[in-house]
């Protein structure tokens, strides 16, 4: 909280309200303009509800963040193919003399369905959150009474293979590709943000930095095995959220 607090002040004292730069000056402004006494972003409890929100961001999206990158690197270790497929296209559209930005995500498709395979197989919120059902409710000839909790099984999709064929636990790009393998596809079986009202507020944000970051790795470096700690499947440490096991990797420098 410490860091939260310390980062806050550290806005509110380079604030300016005709040019905010990020979601914190944008909530200030929020604060600054709410004359509602009875509004959340009133006065001091809106100061204070910043700060309980900037926290909520903070622990919703990073270990969810670091742990689907862990992932990619097993997946990556373990896909060598894959690795190399990905490597090709970011060499031929990017090249060597510059970085990797958003704007190529369309014209790196095999690297983006390699990070929904990941998202897919990994299913790292594999139950999501829980739902309170407001009233009682009939959901496919299931009957769901009024304050019991719901839990959507992300992991159980993710791993149907009526949903994904015999070859569901595979590690597969190509799945989410187009035919002629130039588009990605987006299978809506796949919701490891799950969906609806309710679902992740940091979608947007998530799969777009983790595209960056495992664009920018794949790029720079090639993704092996620690020799002394060779990595031979993927294994997890289960509960609510999904981390694989530790386990040590090399990066080398690709030339
Ligand atoms: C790989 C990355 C991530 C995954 C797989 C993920 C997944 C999820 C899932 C499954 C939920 C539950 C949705 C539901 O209740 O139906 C959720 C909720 C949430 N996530 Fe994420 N998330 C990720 C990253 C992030 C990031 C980066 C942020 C913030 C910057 C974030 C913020 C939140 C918040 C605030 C909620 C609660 C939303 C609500 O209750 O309305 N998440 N996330």
Redesign the pocket.
Known sequence: MELIRKSVAKHTQRFDPNNPQDFIDHYLVKIRNTTNPTSTFHGENGAKNLEAVVA???A???E??S??LSFAMLYLILNQEAQQRAQKELDFVIGSSRQVSLSDKPSLPYTEATLLEI?RLSS??PL????RMLADTMFHGYFLPKDVAVF?N?YAIHHDPTIWGEDVNEFRPERFLSEDETRVIHHEAL?????????????V??RE??FLFLASILHRFNIESDPECLVLAVETVAGFAVEPKPFKFVLTLRN
């Open positions: 909520d961001l903070f919703a999206g990073s969810t963040s742990n689907t998202l790292i919120a999501g959150l829980p739902h959507s992300l919701m490891p943000f799950s969906v609806g009202r309710r679902a992740c507020i940091g979608e944000f998530a930095s983790l």
